[in-house]
């Protein structure tokens, strides 16, 4: 196992704790619909850093960065596919700079091209050559790990996590199962079963599943992710499913609901947990309270 999770996982054995959500974070703080979240390490630092710093405060162990969306086929869609290098080398600058002084790490944030493969939109090649482009950009920065989340489609995550492996850097590989009659398989079908024997023979470090459903549905994917395979298991689940009045979005979890699922996820064998959409420093708070 790579030495930065080694170090994490024997520390007293515990499950280790990660971040929340930072889209509704950053929501809060006058992120506009449409606007590009990841250009905000450039224009308003200072904003991203108190998400990032929110979350070391409440006890998180592993900080994401402000990156989820700084692949150039995404940043394309608001005119910065040339700013790429300079998004995630200030998105890893800003979450390094909110541990500085204590043990947190930080893992970088890389999320899908927005692109479909089964619809010809884009090809393997391109895909390498575009998650190849941000990892190395995000190792150059210093990150410590690099997750790949909610991933939709596991042949598109399989190009992503070839390109993340050749930083050398730990690659977690997270999955969102939001279909089927059980949330039990992905956007494409595949099941927790398909996915853990792909991404162990694709080589990742961990194994995970984020967004997609509320975090009660969370504990039977790590269940079945357990029994499929060897891998460490990390998930990161919403705060229960969205509730749409007008305008606003709400998410029904709070953090004592959440504490609960969580401590239901790490009995059926999570090793990090986090949360996903709508969760916040007060839910990870919570996770860790009932932790210690
Ligand atoms: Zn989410």
Not at 17 to 46: C, I, K, M, Y
Not at 74 to 90: F, S
Not at 160 to 172: E, H, I, N, R, S
Request: include cysteine; proline fraction near 4%; charge should be negative.
């Amino acid at each position: 196992m790579h030495t930065t999770l080694e170090a994490l996982l024997d520390d007293g054995h515990q499950p280790v704790v990660l971040d929340g959500a930072w889209g509704t974070q950053l929501q809060a703080l006058g992120l506009e619909p449409g606007e590009s979240p990841d250009l905000w390490n450039l224009n308003h630092p200072e904003k991203v850093k108190h998400v990032a710093r929110s979350y070391v405060e409440a006890g998180s162990q592993i900080i994401l960065t402000n990156t989820f969306g700084a692949n150039r086929l995404m940043l394309e869609k608001h005119g910065l596919a040339d700013r790429c290098e300079a998004i995630n080398h200030a998105g890893v600058e800003i979450s390094r700079c909110a541990v500085a002084g204590t043990a947190a790490k930080v893992f970088a944030s890389v999320g899908p091209s927005g692109k479909l493969l089964l619809m010809k939109q884009t090809t393997p090649e391109e895909l390498a050559d575009v998650f190849g482009q941000q990892c190395a950009a995000i190792a150059a920065a210093g990150a410590e790990g690099i997750v790949l989340e909610t991933f939709c489609d596991l042949q598109e995550i399989l190009c992503a996590v070839t390109a993340a492996k050749q930083t050398g850097l730990p690659v977690v590989g997270s999955l969102v199962f939001d279909s089927g009659k059980k949330k039990d398989r992905t956007m494409m079908g595949n099941t927790p079963e398909q996915v853990a024997e792909a991404l162990t023979a694709a080589g990742v470090d961990v194994i995970g599943s984020n967004c997609g459903q509320g975090i009660d549905g969370f504990a039977e994917i790590a269940r079945r992710y357990r029994a499929a395979c060897e891998l460490p298991i990390w998930i990161k689940g919403n705060a229960g499913l969205p509730v749409m009045d007008g305008d606003s979005v709400t998410y029904p979890f709070g953090p004592q609901e959440f504490g609960d699922c969580v401590q239901a996820i790490i009995a059926a064998g999570a090793n990090f947990v986090g949360g996903c959409c709508g969760t916040s420093p007060a839910h990870i708070a919570e996770v860790v309270r009932r932790l210690r």
